[in-house]
């Protein structure tokens, strides 16, 4: 079992920055493979950006990549989205998960994840 819990969010203008944490309880957060989704009102959960368990490969979203990074320390249980260039269009909720993996790992499909935390939000004024 895992639990996890996002912290970070803010309100922040157009082009400023945020970086989001994921702290993560648990001897074994080194084994899992770890996401961040979001979720912004009245439309459905989207996957944002992951990391594979050693942080050895990360992958993005189109609408974050270059902007975003995602990054992890296995030896202090966390995960981290730095978040740069924010636009409006990236208000929304933020969710971290973890992965106890699959094979073949989809990181960007929800059902892949087994943990989440209880989100944090992020609002971007123009």
């Known amino acids: 079992q895992v639990q996890l819990v996002e912290s970070g969010g803010g309100l922040v203008q157009a082009g400023g920055s945020l970086r989001l944490s994921c702290a993560a309880s648990?001897?074994?957060?080194?084994?899992?493979?770890m996401g961040w989704f979001r979720q912004a009102p009245g439309k459905e959960r989207e996957f944002v950006a992951a990391?594979?368990?050693?942080?050895?490969?990360?992958y993005y979203a189109d609408s974050v990549n270059g902007r975003f990074t995602i990054s992890r320390d296995n030896a202090k249980n966390t995960v981290h989205l730095q978040m740069n260039s924010l636009k409006p269009e990236d208000t929304a909720v933020y969710y971290c998960?973890?992965?106890?993996?699959?094979?073949?790992?989809?990181?960007?499909?929800?059902?892949?994840?087994?943990?989440w935390g209880q989100g944090t939000q992020v609002t971007v004024s123009s």
């Open positions: 990391i594979s368990w050693r942080g050895g490969s990360t």
């Open positions: 998960a973890a992965s106890n993996g699959r094979y073949p790992m989809d990181y960007g499909r929800i059902n892949s994840y087994d943990y």
């Open positions: 648990g001897r074994t957060f080194s084994t899992y493979a």
